[in-house]
């Protein structure tokens, strides 16, 4: 009995993957994220011109046979550097992404579990940068710090880290009363245990 009702999550795991292959949206997404993958890893070889060439001169031409997307304002091919900057987009989206997964979860953590004046002071302030566009905040932080690689990862990190905390924080004022929880305070675990090893794994289910 225990066996069979072990093996019935992972059958319905299974049998999830299973209808997302036989997805046709899925497929195509595949296919489409291998495309860049690929344009990251061979974009110099791809692309016909050089993508930091300027040619003044065919500035803002339109699409044609020789500039597939056409030229920016300096002339440069705008489909050579689409293709070679999607080198650049794999590597800071993904970085970008851990950062604000990371620093949101821990925050959401720390606001929801201890709430009081932790709430009021980090909850409001969480409240009042998601009142604000959060690409014109980031467009500014990078303005106004520089937009090397390693600062747009942090800058677009630590700006979409309050969406991540808010909803952390959900669902661990969901958690922070229930029977797991309490039986860990009467264990005497510190906080830290008890957010990070009890209530957060129990909210990435």
Request: a neutral charge; charged letters at 15%.
């Amino acid at each position: 009995m225990s066996t069979a009702a072990a093996a019935s999550p992972k059958a319905h795991r299974f049998e999830a993957l299973g209808a997302l292959m036989r997805s046709l949206m899925f497929d195509i997404g595949v296919l489409i994220l291998l495309f860049w993958v690929v344009c990251a890893l061979f974009g110099h070889w791809i692309v016909p011109v050089d993508p930091y060439a300027s040619d003044p001169l065919n500035s803002l031409t339109p699409p044609s046979g020789d500039h597939w997307f056409g030229t920016d304002q300096l002339g440069r091919d705008v489909f050579a550097r689409v293709i070679v900057g999607a080198r650049d987009i794999l590597t800071i989206a993904p970085r970008a992404t851990l950062i604000g997964t990371a620093a949101g979860t821990a925050i959401g953590l720390i606001v929801g579990y201890f709430d009081g004046w932790v709430d009021a002071v980090i909850g409001r302030a969480i409240d009042a940068l998601l009142a604000l566009p959060l690409v014109i905040v980031a467009l500014l932080a990078l303005a106004a710090i520089g937009a090397s690689n390693t600062t747009v990862i942090i800058v677009i990190g630590l700006t979409f880290a309050p969406i991540t905390a808010r909803t952390v924080r959900a669902a661990v004022l969901g958690e922070r009363h229930l029977d797991y929880v309490l039986a860990a305070q009467l264990r005497g675990e510190n906080a830290l245990y008890i957010m990070f090893a009890e209530i957060l794994p129990t909210c990435c289910r």
